[in-house]
């Protein structure tokens, strides 16, 4: 059973950094593509950035490109969101998800919409404030 967990959210005055982690247990998260969602109460989870599988190729959407950075530790089985100069517009849940699993040499691309991952974890905070 896929099994994810976010975690490396918290309180951060604007400017600031984090980097979330999503981990992964119950399989090797190499083979799945990967992305990250935000989202804020009332509102639909939005992607903000994906990691395809073994291929690794990645996306971030346009709204946050420059501050977010996605990347995986494969050895820690486990996918990075690093965002930098952080925004008060930055705050909500975000969560990780995955999908797959895909034989390394077949590249899963990555997607946009929350029904194209099978996978979720429960979210982490992130609140931006001074």
């Known amino acids: 059973q896929v099994q994810l967990a976010e975690s490396g959210g918290g309180l951060v005055q604007p400017g600031g950094s984090l980097r979330l982690s999503c981990s992964a247990f119950g399989v090797t998260l190499y083979y799945y593509t990967v992305g990250w969602f935000r989202q804020v109460p009332s509102m639909e989870r939005d992607g903000v950035s994906c990691?395809?599988?073994?291929?690794?190729?990645?996306t971030v959407a346009d709204s946050v490109k420059g501050r977010f950075t996605i990347s995986r530790d494969n050895a820690k089985n486990t996918v990075f969101l690093e965002i930098t100069n952080l925004k008060p517009e930055d705050w909500g849940v975000y969560y990780c998800?995955?999908?797959?699993?895909?034989?390394?040499?077949?590249?899963?691309?990555?997607?946009?919409?929350?029904?194209?991952?099978?996978?979720w974890g429960r979210g982490t905070q992130v609140t931006v404030s001074s």
């Open positions: 998800a995955a999908d797959g699993p895909q034989a390394p040499h077949i590249a899963l691309p990555c997607r946009w919409g929350a029904v194209d991952f099978t996978y």
């Open positions: 990691i395809s599988n073994s291929v690794g190729g990645t």
